[in-house]
């Protein structure tokens, strides 16, 4: 006898077998609940799918998420010039730092110390394109983080309904998208922020007292464009392996089976 407080449903669904008899088979519907108590109790740390494609590319996505918006966060970077004074010249180092809002940063171009007469600033604002670059890499870093957690804690979790695999794809195939996305604009901001920050431009503004130095090291931040567009190579391809789990994806040589209540043939 059912206690009627329980969390349960009961559902009588009448089927035919293959000689037509008909006969009930009750259904169990749980309360959601349920899910997340086999969340809590059902962790077991399981290496095997870091040996599958599946796990294995999501920890390159994770390895490769890092480098992507480390090498862009925290930029410092400082251009190089030289001011002619007398008895010597003058160096002058503006420096510019992630988000790479240029403006904000001036330099004088005088030979006296402490001087406002004849301050200027770089020039251009690209901290769109560098913090949409380093948003998407940051929230990449957390879900692969999120999904490695279920692979090797909660497989049988994900594979128990097909929602899990569903919503994989579809996550993973946007971040690919935001990937290229991200990495293309991000690639057209580096080219900018190269062009306002080299020293041949900017001698152009005092062209008779400045002389261009050396150029700011950019191997970061080229790298890091380097590290979106992996990204974006290794998120597409993940979504072919994360649809061989959905049930959109069809086995060319599914098993022989027999119809339930008929005898196999001779």
Known sequence: MLNSSAPLNLIAVVRFSARRVPYFKCILLTKPHTVTHNLASGFALDLGPLK??????????????????????????????????????????????????????????????????????????????????????????????????LYLGYQSVYRQTSRGPIIDLVVTAAFAFLWLVSSSAWGKGLTDVKWATNPEHLVEQCPNTCKAGEFP????LNASVTFGFLNLILWAGNCWFIYKETPFHKDPNPPATVEEGRAPGP
């Open 217 to 220: 090291a950019m191997g970061r």
């Open 52 to 149: 599958e494609p599946l796990g294995f590319i999501r920890v390159l996505e994770w390895v490769f998420a890092i480098f992507a918006f480390a090498t862009t966060g925290g930029y410092s970077g400082t251009t190089h010039l030289k001011i002619k004074c007398q008895p010597e010249e003058k160096a002058v180092n503006p420096v510019f730092v992630y988000p790479f809002r240029l403006s904000a940063y001036p330099y004088t171009t005088s030979c006296e110390s402490g001087t406002q007469a004849n301050q200027t600033y770089l020039q251009g604002d690209f901290s769109s394109s560098a913090e949409f670059f380093v948003c998407v890499g940051v929230f990449g870093f957390l879900y692969c983080t999120a999904t490695l957690i």
